[in-house]
């Protein structure tokens, strides 16, 4: 069974940075399409940034575009979302998803998912 703990999530002040990783485990991370997403409250989950398995690809949203990066480290099986420049807009919790096959050319959905973590609450107040 797949299993995703995300962590790293807190309060920020606007403009700065936080990381947030995701560890896996009972699979192997380098055979799976990985996403990150977040649900901010009163609103649906939406894709933040992908990392396709089948070219390597990362793919973001517009609004994050230029401050997140997504990257992976097979050997830890981990995964990462470097947030630079956090606006209060960013507030949500947010969530680390895989699954295998997608052939992703785009930003991912979250219906394209089957294995989620948790979650990890990320508060940008000013």
Known sequence: QVQLVESGGGLVQPGGSLRLSCAASRF????YD????????????EGVSCFGRRDGSAYYADSVKGRFTISRDNAKNMVYLQMNSLK???TAVYYCAAETGLQLSGLCVPTDFGS?????????SS
């Open 116 to 124: 989620w973590g948790q979650g990890t609450q990320v508060t940008g």
């Open 28 to 31: 192997t991370l380098d055979y």
């Open 88 to 90: 209060p807009e960013d």
């Open 34 to 45: 990985i996403g990150w997403f977040r649900q901010a409250p009163g609103k649906e989950r």
